[in-house]
């Protein structure tokens, strides 16, 4: 193909970047995995791996973990920027989420990195509820969450990664920044309502305040990283109106309406994922 492009995708393996990867490959464009396993390995804890990735790369999908909100993340776009531009990158497409004022910092490095950019800010993923720390309490039956009445247009990664597939192949998306919003509201208790619904599921959903949350998790031995982060997220983030807002970015680029959550509910209880604990205690 004429204007096939080698295209590093970094996070390759990761919710929204193995759909690009797909995508990307299956347009004929050469793409290299950027993940700890992939060859070469990218390690985000390591910025010695980074540049033997970018080595000829036209472009660059960029996916931080666990998110660009967290203490050091400013620092290894910072880093990473900069030995893309060694490396003779052209272009980087940010996933970034949208309303995290941490995450904007990043994205004004990419924005003032001198190369081509597009900045692809977040809604929360409708994919958090099955390949996320909020499938465990859905497979228990027992949801328990703060913020209980804030309302999230959550979107799809399906729609996330087309968006970035058109970012990285077309220049008429150079210098944008798209807010991607799925095309309604939920609340928590909502989104268990839908998934209990057609799931055939009895799944209880409680409003908790946000220290009694902190306090499960901590209980629960899970990282002290990773606590900071869902305490940020849902303090300042979830607890932002401007977050709730709805934006018709996905129909601008995409020239189709955005995946609905009832979509992504029936799609995902096929895949049996919300049903397999009962398999599993019936052992």
Not at 104 to 126: K, P
Not at 177 to 191: A, E, M
Not at 205 to 234: C, H, N, R
């Amino acid at each position: 193909m004429e204007n096939r492009n080698n295209i590093l995708v970094i996070g390759g393996t990761g919710k929204t970047g193995r759909k690009v990867a797909h995508k990307l490959t299956e347009t004929g464009h050469y793409v290299r995995i950027g993940s700890r396993t992939g060859s070469p390995s990218f390690d985000w804890g390591n910025s010695e791996t980074w540049s033997e990735c970018m080595q000829g790369m036209d472009k660059v999908y960029i996916t931080f973990q666990p998110d660009l909100a967290v203490p050091g993340a400013l620092e290894a776009i910072e880093e990473l920027t900069k030995q893309a531009k060694k490396c003779g990158v052209k272009k980087l497409v940010l996933l970034s989420g949208k309303g995290e004022r941490e995450a904007e910092l990043c994205e004004q490095v990419v924005i003032h990195s001198g190369l081509d950019y597009t900045i692809v800010r977040a809604s929360w993923f409708n994919q958090n509820f099955s390949e996320s720390f909020f499938l465990e309490p859905i497979l228990d039956g027992f949801v328990a969450l703060p913020q209980a009445e804030a309302k999230v247009p959550y979107v799809d990664t399906g729609d996330i990664a087309d968006v970035a597939v058109a970012a990285l192949l077309n220049e008429e998306h150079n210098g944008e920044i798209y807010q991607l919003t799925g095309p309604r509201q939920l609340t928590f208790k909502d989104v268990i309502q839908e998934i209990s619904e057609v799931t055939g599921r009895n799944i209880l959903f409680t409003p908790i305040t946000l220290p009694s949350y902190i306090k499960m998790l901590k209980q629960q031995g899970v990282p002290a990283d990773f606590i900071w982060l869902v305490e940020y997220l849902f303090s300042e983030v979830l607890g932002s109106p401007n977050n709730s807002e709805i934006t018709n970015d996905i129909e601008k680029v995409l020239k189709r309406k955005p995946i609905d959550f009832s979509e992504y509910i029936s799609n995902t209880a096929k895949s049996g994922i919300w049903q397999k604990h009962k398999v599993e205690t019936r052992k």
